[in-house]
Structure formats: C-alpha cells, structure tokens
C-alpha cells in the first residue's frame, strides 16, 4: 500500500477540521464524538487521533482556527486610517463575526469550558483583543488604561455576542446589540 503524500495528509487533516467544526457547531462539544467526526470526514477514528491526538486538542484547533478567522475579520474591518474609525468597524466585525453559528457556540459557548478559562483568554489574548488594545492605543487610551478598557469592551461584546444567539428569531436583536455597541464606544471615543 502506497504511503501518503504530505498533501495527502494535510487534506486529511483539513476535512477532518471542517468535520470537526461543523459537528462542534451544531452539537457542541460533550455531544461530539471522535466517530461521528471521523465518519463525516470519511476517515477511520485512527486517522483523526493521528493528526489532533485527543479530542480535546482536536477542538483546540477548531477554536483556534476560529479565532483568526475572527481576528482576520475585525484586521480587516479596520483598514481605515482615521484610529476611531477603525475602532468602531472592528468592533462591529467581530459582533458580526461572532455570532456566526458556527463560531459563537464553539468560541463563547464551549471554549472557556474545554480549553480552560486561561487557555480560552490566552489565545483571544493573541487574536481579536490584541487588536482591539492596538487600536485603543491608536485613538488615545492611555497605555495603562488600555489593557483593562480592552478587557472590559471584550467583556461586553462577548456578551453581546451571546445575547444575540440566544434570541435567534428576535430580527431586532442583532441592530439592539450594534446599537449597544455603539453606545460603549461613545463613552470610549466620540463619533
């Protein structure tokens, strides 16, 4: 039998990523089996221990490519030059982003509790609310506020963010939630 080819095993490895994330999103983790994952991949339950080892580092790695794709979501909301600007579109971007089915479930819902609280932090730490810090700095949050005026506007989007999943058939809730948003940024920066 002929060994894979390196672009064999990383296609491997991604559907059984895609698998992952959608069986992760709809079920959630504790109702998630290794088997479910590996029949939607069509690989064998060895396959996926071969490239993730366990299933908690199996979600690790969907949360983890989740929160770049958040990260990448507000990095490019906030393309504007003009610092307050750039704040605002990245905050809605990331609500926007984060209430995506798929991703508020596995990054707000299940994460904290399957990666561990400072796991969890750590790596939104290194993605969206590194570049909500980088861009209160920009505007003119002193340094040593900005670290807890980051913490705090993370904090309420994050709730915001759960706010609008738990009221899926609410059409008003989302516009509420952005309105909300918009009222903390005013305390933060002026429009």
Do not use: C
């Not at 949360?63 to 909301?77: C, F, I, M, P, T």
Request: aromatic share 4%; charged share 20%; proline share 3%.
């Amino acid at each position: 039998m002929p060994r894979a080819t390196a672009a064999d095993a990383a296609e491997t490895a991604r559907s059984i990523l895609v698998a992952a994330t959608a069986h992760f999103a709809e079920h959630g983790y504790a109702s998630t089996s290794v088997d479910d994952i590996a029949k939607a991949a069509d690989v064998t339950r060895g396959a996926v221990y071969h490239h993730y080892a366990s299933k908690p580092r199996l979600f690790e790695a969907v949360a983890s490519g989740l929160q770049l794709h958040v990260a990448d979501a507000v990095e490019s909301a906030a393309a504007s030059s003009d610092p307050s600007v750039a704040l605002r579109a990245g905050s809605h971007a990331f609500l926007d982003t984060i209430t995506e089915a798929r991703t508020v479930r596995i990054l707000l819902v299940d994460a904290p509790a399957v990666l561990s609280w400072s796991t969890w932090r750590r790596m939104d730490d290194e993605g969206a609310a590194a570049h909500l810090r980088d861009a209160l700095r920009a505007i003119g949050v002193q340094a040593e506020l900005a670290v807890a005026t980051a913490a705090a506007l993370s904090g309420a989007m994050n709730e915001l963010a759960l706010w609008i999943s738990e009221r899926p058939s609410d059409a008003s809730s989302r516009s509420q939630a952005h309105e909300a948003l918009d009222a903390l940024l005013d305390a933060v920066v002026p429009r």
